[in-house]
């Protein structure tokens, strides 16, 4: 495992000069089936969309879910392996097969708390590649700050993705979609996932109930699964959001040890 700083991903740069050095970093990693350290830092990583986390790497942090966020000592702002981004554009991460995602910290600093009418609807912080089969993908231990939809596994028949094992991921997307996933075959697994509206508790305080009813207006499900094969979902929690889950007519499997704290239907 080889630390992110090694390829001059620093807090101090700006987000296009460390998407190129962490873009840089992946394509080191892919064809040696390596890790990469998010090195943790009181400052966050600012970073732009559009990295590519290429067939065989990891990206990895020093964390579990932190469900209430991490405190700096001085500022409004999470500690540790935080990966900060402003873009309205581009997915963060695009993740190809046989990759991890593990212990880090996602913030979306300019996300409104208080304004319904300034959300900012981001694009998805991970997003399975359209172009390549995301098969064997692992997202584990993520905290999501601020962010419009978490994780993106909306596929084709044309490009399906296979065996995505979602663990431990905690967060409150203003979409009020956390986890939505298409054409998943071999078994999609979603296991021990948090969604609360207070997830930034500890270091910028609570979404407005005037945002969290705009997120409940929104009419979506924070779990979302068709096309898929026995997907498997259990120990999953949400509250603040429209809908718990959705199972679309194409999809079966077991959903278990839920608790959906949801205005319209669990």
Not at 18 to 34: F, H, M, T, V, Y
Not at 118 to 146: E, H, K, M, N
Not at 185 to 199: K, S, T
Request: glycine residues 8%; contains cysteine.
């Amino acid at each position: 495992m080889r630390s992110i700083r090694d390829f001059g991903v620093l807090p101090e740069n700006s987000p296009d000069l460390n998407k190129a050095k962490l873009q840089e970093a992946i394509d080191w990693a892919s064809p040696r089936g390596a890790a990469l350290y998010v090195e943790p830092d009181d400052e966050p990583y600012r970073l732009a969309g559009g990295v590519v986390l290429r067939a065989n790497a990891s990206l990895v942090g020093a964390h579990g879910p932190v469900g209430r966020g991490t405190t700096h000592a001085t500022k409004a702002q999470p500690v540790g392996s935080v990966i900060a981004t402003e873009d309205e554009t581009r997915p963060l991460l695009i993740v190809e097969q046989a990759t991890q995602v593990r212990g880090i910290q996602f913030w979306y600093p300019r996300q409104t708390l208080s304004d319904p009418q300034r959300i900012v609807a981001y694009p998805p912080t991970i997003q399975a590649s359209r172009s390549t089969s995301a098969q064997g993908v692992t997202l584990s231990c993520l905290t999501f700050y601020g962010e419009y939809i978490a994780m993106d596994f909306n596929c084709s028949r044309e490009v399906i993705c296979e065996q995505v094992l979602i663990e431990h991921c905690y967060g409150y997307p203003l979409s009020g979609q956390f986890l939505r996933i298409d054409h998943c075959y071999d078994i999609p697994r979603i296991l021990h996932c948090h969604v609360n509206p207070a997830n930034m508790r500890f270091f910028a305080g609570a979404f407005s109930k005037k945002v969290i009813d705009a997120v409940v207006a929104c009419g979506t499900f924070a779990y979302a699964i068709d096309h898929t094969d026995n997907a498997q979902v259990i120990d999953v929690f949400t509250f603040g959001t429209s809908g718990g889950i959705r199972l679309g007519p194409a999809s079966y499997g077991e959903l278990t040890n839920f608790n959906f704290d949801c205005v319209t239907v669990g």
